[in-house]
């Protein structure tokens, strides 16, 4: 028995948040747009939500000051400047951070008592959230999660409460101009949900349906992540494979690359997909069952196994001085995390966890 759950209503397509901006009407009175600094002012994503809200007269305050990998700190901070402002819903403009942080936010604006430190668990409401991705990555449009960084515990969390965005706006265009390192790295990310999802102990009839298509979008871009030069074509297949990789793990969760990764992104400052691709060839060759792993190239449209794992070698590369002390304390901290551990679908002891960080970072 499995369940199947997607409630967000997916606008897609070129200037989808001007076109669509109708269906913002209705949805409540004045909007809270959370973005980062800079890249929602530079692609256009700001100019064009801020014109649908004003087509459809209706009023708006910008918070701006969200970081990569958002803190409770500043989920916080946005709060207390939503209530102090009136607001009654959420627009998340950007990449996993900003809208990540948008679904924490509108947790704490339905629930005002609620402070950065008591937010993480329950399963509380929240205000309607509206996305707008602007990188091809977390899928978190369409997922009901939501990942801040906890520095009391120095570690990435997901907020507990399920928050899924209302109605999500994906158009690529916003892409046009990103950097090839964030292009690369957010789409790896992308790639993780799906194989993950592929793998998960959790996998199902539908989630596995969304992994193939979004495995099959994700290979027809490998030629230009490898040559770092993309086509606004290529980024809709990213977009695409994005979204279907989140809606693959809104259904099955992600597993162990995620959580062994959430270590390296906050002690070693790696970009969160590139955390978690660094240690793919050693977390696919893990398995004792191979099964699956070995359709995943096909699935790629890659002519072998070895293809794959010299596209991994191409895409993912880091230099950062770790120790072994260092990987002992990770091990601990991922052996610790009993969600990712039980998404995976084979026993794994400690030692196989570390073996896995050791081999990809040694």
């Excluded at 959420?90 to 609620?114: C, T, Y």
């Excluded at 793919?280 to 890659?302: E, I, N, P, T």
């Excluded at 679908?345 to 073996?355: D, G």
């Amino acid at each position: 028995m499995f369940q199947f759950y997607m409630p967000t209503k997916v606008i897609i397509g070129r200037e989808c948040v001007v076109k669509e901006g109708h269906l913002l009407k209705g949805i409540g009175n004045k909007a809270l747009i959370v973005t980062g600094r800079y890249s929602a002012k530079k692609n256009g994503a700001l100019e064009d939500v801020i014109k649908a809200l004003e087509e459809q007269n209706m009023a708006y305050c910008v918070f701006d000051e969200v970081e990569e990998n958002p803190s409770l700190e500043t989920v916080e901070k946005a709060k207390n400047f939503g209530v102090a402002q009136g607001v009654d819903f959420v627009i998340g403009i950007g990449g996993g951070s900003p809208i990540d942080a948008s679904k924490a936010i509108a947790v704490m604006l339905k629930h005002p008592e609620l402070t950065g430190s008591t937010l993480i668990g329950g399963s509380l409401s929240s205000v309607p959230v509206i996305a707008v991705p602007t990188t091809a990555g977390t899928g978190t449009e369409v997922t009901q999660y939501a990942i801040v960084t906890d520095h009391q515990a120095k570690t990435k969390k997901n907020i507990g409460h399920t928050v899924f965005p209302q109605i999500a706006f994906v158009d690529a265009y916003y892409m046009k101009d990103m950097p090839k390192t964030i292009t690369i790295h957010t789409a790896v990310d992308a790639m993780s949900h799906l194989v993950e999802s592929y793998l998960s102990v959790k996998s199902n009839a539908v989630s596995e349906g969304f992994v193939v298509e979004g495995l099959k979008e994700w290979g027809k871009c490998i030629p230009q992540l490898l040559a770092g030069e993309f086509t606004l074509e290529g980024r809709e297949c990213l977009m695409m494979a994005s979204m279907l990789a989140g809606m693959a793990i809104a259904q099955t969760g992600t597993s162990l690359p995620h959580g062994m990764g959430y270590a390296l992104t906050y002690y070693k400052g790696l970009p969160h997909g590139l955390a978690n691709g660094i240690l793919y060839k050693a977390y696919l060759r893990s398995f004792k069952d191979q099964s699956k792993v070995q359709k995943l190239h096909v699935l790629l449209g890659l002519e072998s196994y070895e293809a794959l794992e010299k596209m991994l070698n191409a895409l993912c590369r880091v230099d950062i001085e770790i120790s072994k002390e260092e990987i002992a304390f990770y091990t601990e901290e991922m052996c610790a995390n009993k969600a990712k551990l039980q998404n995976h679908p084979e026993p794994i002891s400690k030692e196989e966890v570390y073996k896995i960080y050791a081999d990809s970072l040694l």
